[in-house]
């Protein structure tokens, strides 16, 4: 293996020149000689945490410059260590179209066009990478370019490239848990592969760009990009070899720790995931990895998944997550695909026993579903879970029931005391939200010393209150984006059933 001190030099080299053609770009490529750590996907994602570096460095800098922020305090004392002088969210001074938020450790950059930059503050000031915080990055890019793009995924493959984490820590490119952090030798390789990374990203030649996927030992890439000038033979093999190597890699079995290979295997293909899909709905216990599965088999919507998914539902009976967001999952998706095709009474009745029975966090969920299949048993079963002492289930009742709308639904918000019925029935009135409550006395009393300071801790009882405005709102619009389309789909199947 090439010394990596003296990679960036070869490399850069070797870009200077330019095969003419798809066949001198097979031939220079055996004669490169330069064998690279890792995988193509392993050293793609390198770079791009690499490049995720400054972005943090500048949000430590705005913390710092803007909003009078000590790094330091935040990384040992947490939420007492944000500003005093400052509330915990608002827009960052001096800054046009940035807004601040601070939590815990760490502190997100929010812009106007959505784009956030969350960071967590710690031994190595900003620039420890969370995965799920660099994930959400790129969901929150609007429309992501160059070596960013790649790396998103859509709906059950999202954060798929989590899967190559293991290789660079192996490769001893980056260590930490939690959080990850380049070492030397990862700041090394990532800056000897950048710049080809970011030619190739922006290249309108797909010669130049086979050749400098080549350069970086991507030939599934460089095949990609010659497949408009005939693909030679030698590029073509070294391409399946490499696709053939992971897809071994990432074929299981899984443990809970897993979800990301199953994903990963996913993004290459649906032929190559399917029978490793449908087998963890048959893995005992359920877990992380049969959510993901889930989540996988959502994006392909195939009728044929019908008994599959009623089986895994029927299996979710405990209260533990991930068991109830197993067994609404899978009652949606299978109540999805069976409308597109026809709903039998037989899947009706099972679909409603699963509904009714269904408690825990994915109780409020469940009974909306109920309510689009049998009215006056779902309606029922709202009312119930509206004084479930789970906040999520109970959210999720109030705005199932917004939702349908009918005067029996609101009426049954109208006779609640809860707090979540209150907002989405003024929501649904057109009235303002009500006023934020006023915190009990002794809520006032949760004071405590630190560094010769008296400071107010909030407990998660005044977060939940203070917060539950903006989580209806988001729990609202989340049940009326999923379910747009299946309440359509009921309502043509009852249709076609009248006579």
């Given at each position: ?23 001198r770009v097979a031939r220079a490529a055996l004669d490169l000689g330069v064998e690279l750590p890792g995988d193509p996907w392993a050293r793609w994602l390198l770079v791009a945490l690499h490049r995720h570096i400054p972005r943090q460095r500048w949000v430590g800098r705005i913390v710092e410059q803007h909003l009078n922020g000590d790094l330091a305090r935040l990384a040992t004392d947490g939420a007492l260590g944000a500003p005093v002088d400052r509330p915990q969210a608002g827009p960052v001074p001096g800054l046009e179209g940035w807004s601040y938020f601070f939590h815990g450790i760490g502190c997100c950059l929010t812009h106007d066009d959505g784009t956030a930059i969350d960071v967590d503050i710690d031994e190595n000031g900003a620039d420890a990478i969370d995965p799920w915080f660099y994930q959400r990055y790129l969901d929150s890019l609007p429309e992501p370019e160059g070596i960013e793009a790649p790396l ?348």
């Amino acid at each position: 293996m090439l010394h990596l001190h003296t990679l960036g030099q070869r490399l850069a080299q070797a870009a200077q020149t330019q095969p003419e053609s798809a066949e001198r770009v097979a031939r220079a490529a055996l004669d490169l000689g330069v064998e690279l750590p890792g995988d193509p996907w392993a050293r793609w994602l390198l770079v791009a945490l690499h490049r995720h570096i400054p972005r943090q460095r500048w949000v430590g800098r705005i913390v710092e410059q803007h909003l009078n922020g000590d790094l330091a305090r935040l990384a040992t004392d947490g939420a007492l260590g944000a500003p005093v002088d400052r509330p915990q969210a608002g827009p960052v001074p001096g800054l046009e179209g940035w807004s601040y938020f601070f939590h815990g450790i760490g502190c997100c950059l929010t812009h106007d066009d959505g784009t956030a930059i969350d960071v967590d503050i710690d031994e190595n000031g900003a620039d420890a990478i969370d995965p799920w915080f660099y994930q959400r990055y790129l969901d929150s890019l609007p429309e992501p370019e160059g070596i960013e793009a790649p790396l998103k995924g859509a709906g059950g493959t999202a954060a798929w490239w989590m899967a190559d984490l293991r290789t660079l820590k192996a490769l001893k490119l980056i260590t930490g848990e939690h959080r990850v952090v380049l070492t030397a030798s990862g700041q090394t390789l990532a800056g000897a592969l950048a710049p080809l990374l970011e030619e190739l990203a922006r290249s309108e030649s797909p010669l130049r760009r086979a050749w400098l996927a080549v350069l970086l030992g991507d030939f599934v890439r460089a095949s990609d990009e010659l497949a408009s000038l005939a693909v030679p033979a030698s590029i073509q093999a070294a391409a399946q070899a490499q696709v053939s190597e992971r897809i071994s890699r990432l074929s299981g079995p899984y443990e809970p720790g897993d979800a990301a290979d199953l994903r990963a295997l996913a993004r290459l293909g649906r032929q190559h995931a399917e029978k490793a899909v449908l087998a963890q709905l048959h893995r005992s216990p359920l877990d992380g990895v049969t959510s993901v599965a889930l989540d996988i088999i959502e994006d392909w919507s195939d009728p044929r998944f019908v008994e599959p998914l009623l089986d895994v539902a029927e299996r979710a009976t405990g209260e533990v997550t991930p068991e109830p967001h197993v067994r609404a999952t899978a009652c949606r998706l299978a109540l999805r695909s069976a409308v597109d095709v026809a709903l039998s009474s037989s899947l009706r009745g099972r679909l409603v026993t699963l509904l009714a029975t269904t408690a825990g966090h994915a109780a409020g969920e469940s009974a909306y579903m109920l309510a689009l299949l049998d009215p006056g048993r779902g309606l029922q079963r709202l009312a119930e879970v509206l004084s479930s002492d789970i906040p999520l289930a109970r959210q999720e009742a109030a705005a199932g029931l917004a939702l349908l709308g009918t005067e029996d639904a609101l009426e049954i918000l109208g006779e609640s005391s809860s707090r979540e019925a209150r907002l989405l029935l003024r929501a649904v009135e057109g009235e303002a939200p009500e006023p934020h409550a006023e915190p009990r006395e002794a809520w006032r009393e949760t004071w405590i010393e630190w560094r010769g300071e008296r400071r107010r801790v909030y407990t998660m009882e005044d977060i939940l209150e203070a917060s539950l405005p903006s989580w209806m709102a988001s729990c609202l619009e989340r049940l009326r984006r999923r379910y747009a389309s299946l309440a359509t789909g009921l309502l043509r199947s009852k249709i076609r059933r009248s006579p």
